[in-house]
């Protein structure tokens, strides 16, 4: 839908768990990146799994994850973040509804080759690390990929923002050193407050600037972009599809 000139923009955040449990973290990571004249209302699948940490959990959330962005449209929003690293019902969700929905890979990666030529990702667990390992080649930038690591803690425990730091940073660093990495993407949207403090100490240890890049900000930041623009996905990738009543 186009939103007038003098109208606000209506963006969605969509949450692909059924829980609440991380909404205000979600909307504190965003808030800094959030423009005036933007309106956010965040919404949660309501049967699915409460986390995503593999493929199961992946596809299990997708189908509801469809459902809720096709309410969404339905109810007059300009846009949906998905807060999915790996995309959970994004691409099917484009086959349904006519307004643009973005996931959180595509977005931070592209930040990233924006401001560098190689990047690796800091993950959570192995089970992201194996699910996420394929998406630079799904996107044409393998060559730009350095190397994912994981630094062992479940999204449950990433509030623990102390210990996550320090985790990601010893992570970060080795993927600098030994991979090759000139920026760092983090691997999961429940990494908040996490990516600013990262880079200042990979700066201070490397004695120079390494951007760490927040998917929710890239992603949110990107997905205002596309409705100011007008833009959504191509009828000639994603073909229309109406959901069964």
């Known amino acids: 839908m186009s939103t007038p000139s003098n109208s606000p923009i209506r963006i969605c955040v969509l949450v692909p ?3 609440s449990a991380y909404n205000d973290r979600i909307m504190k990571a965003i808030a800094p990146v959030l423009p005036s004249d933007v309106q956010v209302e965040i919404r949660n699948i309501t049967t699915g799994h409460p986390d995503i940490e593999n493929r199961t959990n992946w596809l299990q959330n997708g189908m509801p994850v469809v459902e809720l962005a096709q309410a ?18 994004v691409e099917a969700a484009r086959e349904v509804i006519d307004i643009p929905i973005i996931g959180g890979f ?21 089970s992201t690390l194996a699910m996420q390992r394929g998406h630079p080649q799904t996107y044409g930038i393998q060559d730009n990929f350095a190397s994912i690591r994981a630094i062992d803690c ?9 210990v996550v730091v320090v985790r990601t940073f010893e992570a970060a660093l080795k993927a600098i ?41 890239a992603g949110f930041s990107f997905l205002v972009s596309l409705v100011r623009m007008k833009v959504r996905p191509s009828r000639l990738t994603y073909s229309k599809v109406s959901l069964q009543s």
């Open 106 to 126: 595509p977005a931070a990666a592209f930040t990233a080759l924006a401001l560098s030529q190689r990047f690796s990702i800091i993950t959570i667990l192995q």
């Open 154 to 162: 479940p999204v449950s425990q990433l509030d623990n923002v102390d």
């Open 177 to 217: 050193k030994d991979d090759g990495a000139q920026a760092i993407l983090l691997g999961c949207t429940g990494f908040v407050d996490v990516a600013s403090r990262v880079s200042t100490l990979l700066t201070e240890a490397l004695g120079a600037y390494v951007p760490v890049i927040d998917p929710n900000q």
């Open 17 to 19: 768990v059924a829980t």
């Open 72 to 89: 969404i449209a339905n109810d007059g929003f300009d846009g949906i973040w998905l807060t999915d690293f790996d995309m959970c019902g």
